[in-house]
């Protein structure tokens, strides 16, 4: 499984990338990844004229994408539009950090799992 990622470089600067997580046999229920520790779970709604300008991210964490769009910016200029059903690994918790808007007039619900610090993609 792909997820986009937002990381900072040695100088600070925010860049897109992308992990994979292995997934494995799970038989009759799918493929299933095998269990990451995590540290808390926040659920969020963020208005339809959001536009929050350059932030690190707070701790290193998943954002689980339920309705809405929102559009990154990553130090480079780069953008993303990323929607429901979309994850996105924040690892820019230093630096420049990103932008973060929400799109088309629309509220954003979200959820955010800090991960531990040994939890590795």
Partial sequence: MKITRIYNDDEGKSHFGETHI???DGGPIGLLSEKFSVDKIIFRE???????KWHP???RQLLFIIKGRAE??????ERKVLGAGDVLLL?????QGHCSKALFNEVRHSIFVTLDDDTIF
């Fill in 91 to 95: 690892e820019d918790t230093e630096g």
């Fill in 57 to 59: 991210a707070p701790a």
């Fill in 46 to 52: 963020t208005p339809a004229d959001y536009d929050f």
């Fill in 72 to 77: 990154f910016t990553v130090s480079n200029g």
């Fill in 22 to 24: 292995d997934l494995k």
